[in-house]
């Protein structure tokens, strides 16, 4: 078997800009990059994969083709902005994917210090597949484009004690305005989240009822995000700006109300139903019944007579 190659890891953006024939960034641990401007020939190692160990967020002034939620395709060619969280596998080639246009690469370390680098991860989208990218209104892009100008006119000033602070205000600014275009995005999109809900009820009574809990365990996230063709991030941020519960409140939702069924029928045994649903102790079942329901299984049966 042929050995296999492990992708070309980038932890510093100078090496990234010298590898990609691109200019010195005027700062070591933030850029801001046209990477248009990238040398047509690149290093014959890329093709192996790419990793970049910087928070990435990239606009486009437009997309290939049409990207597609769950069934349905949308034309993204007005442009938009797609994010990456550090050290995520871009396929062969991918920095000529993933990075086109004006990008932002912002280096953990620059984060130190800053509430920043904690409060970077509740920004779901990083996690985001590229197929799930911000499509951005015209006043939308406009807004984005006018905080990339701010932060490309401060990166060529010279750094001072200030520099971090005013470039983290600027990032944050940035962060906060595409939180509330993803949301605008989640509303335009009810439509189609509504279907993307359905299919997942859909998905969990046939799970249940197939008795592949029994088999294989509860449902996980990922398993219903792969079947659903979204990433585990974008669904369940989906699902909590559609209903308030995020994809797991909605599989302990559907396994409360199986449970319940089974309950009812009284038929089985508790530590039947727990091992059915595909619990391994029967204790941890009641546990998840009785803190949705405020009774356990045994007082809810009780309440049935």
Same mark, same amino acid.
């Given at each position: 078997m042929g050995k296999q190659q492990t992708p070309r890891m980038f932890?510093?953006?100078?090496?990234?800009?010298?590898?990609?024939?691109?200019?010195?960034?005027?700062?070591?641990? @933030? =850029?801001l990059t046209d990477f248009e401007d990238t040398a047509a020939d690149a290093p014959a190692d890329l093709a192996r994969g790419v990793m970049l160990n910087f928070y990435q967020v990239a606009f486009k &002034? #437009?997309?290939?083709? #049409?990207?597609?939620?769950?069934?349905?395709?949308?034309d993204f060619d007005g442009g938009g902005l797609s994010f990456l969280a550090p050290n995520h596998l871009m396929a062969s080639n991918g920095y000529d994917e993933e990075c086109q246009g004006d990008t932002l690469l912002i280096h953990p370390d620059f984060l130190k210090g800053h509430p920043l680098a904690t409060g970077i991860? !509740?920004?779901?989208?990083?996690?985001? /597949? /590229?197929?799930?990218?911000?499509?951005?209104?015209?006043?939308?892009?406009?807004?984005?484009?006018?905080?990339?100008?701010?932060?490309?006119?401060?990166?060529? !000033?010279?750094i001072d004690a200030y520099? !971090? &602070?005013?470039?983290?205000? !600027?990032?944050?600014?940035?962060?906060?305005?595409?939180?509330?275009?993803?949301?605008?995005?989640? @509303? =335009?999109? &009810?439509?189609?989240?509504?279907?993307?809900?359905?299919?997942?009820?859909?998905?969990l009574e046939n799970y249940f009822n197939a008795? &592949? /809990?029994?088999?294989?365990?509860?449902p996980t996230v990922k398993a219903i995000a792969d079947h659903l063709a979204v990433s585990p991030g974008y669904l369940s941020d989906m699902l909590r700006n559609l209903t308030g519960l995020n994809?797991?409140?909605?599989?302990?939702?559907?396994? @409360?109300?199986?449970?319940?069924?089974?309950?009812?029928?009284?038929?089985?045994?508790?530590?039947?139903? /727990?091992?059915?649903l595909g619990f391994e102790y029967p204790q941890s079942f009641s546990k998840i019944f009785k803190k949705r329901t405020t009774l356990s299984p045994q007082e809810y049966q009780r309440s049935l007579n």
């Open positions: 932890n510093s953006l100078a090496e990234l800009n010298r590898t990609l024939g691109l200019p010195e960034p005027l700062h070591p641990l @933030i =850029t &002034k #437009s997309f290939t083709g #049409s990207f597609r939620y769950g069934q349905r395709y949308y991860k !509740q920004y779901g989208y990083f996690s985001y /597949a /590229a197929n799930e990218a911000l499509q951005l209104s015209d006043n939308e892009r406009n807004i984005v484009l006018a905080i990339f100008g701010s932060i490309r006119e401060e990166l060529r !000033q010279r520099s !971090q &602070k005013v470039l983290l205000s !600027q990032v944050e600014l940035l962060l906060n305005y595409c939180e509330r275009f993803f949301n605008r995005q989640f @509303i =335009t999109r &009810k439509p189609t989240h509504s279907d993307l809900l359905a299919s997942m009820e859909t998905f008795g &592949k /809990a029994l088999q294989d365990g509860p994809t797991q409140q909605h599989i302990h939702q559907k396994l @409360i109300e199986k449970a319940k069924e089974l309950l009812a029928a009284g038929r089985m045994t508790i530590a039947e139903i /727990a091992f059915t």
